[in-house]
């Protein structure tokens, strides 16, 4: 009976771990590489691009 025990602690244990990884995998799935804004890159000045270079990645003669 004891072993039994010790086996429903520790199944339950690793059970718990598991659901823990993949609860937190989705969270930084979903904070990080599924599409959509980002809230933690807004206001970000670093990030912002000018106009013109814009222009000349999206239309610019490099492409051909």
Do not use: C
Not at 7 to 13: A, G, K, N, P, Q
Not at 20 to 28: D, E, K, R, S, T
Not at 49 to 54: D, F, M, N, Q, W
């Amino acid at each position: 009976m004891r072993k039994k025990g010790i086996f429903v602690i520790v199944s339950l244990l690793v059970l718990l771990a598991v659901l823990l990884h993949l609860a937190i995998g989705i969270y930084f799935y979903k904070l990080v590489i599924e599409r959509g804004p980002k809230v933690f890159l807004q206001g970000n000045e670093g990030l912002e691009v000018a106009e013109e270079t814009l222009k000349y990645f999206l239309e610019g003669d490099w492409i051909t």
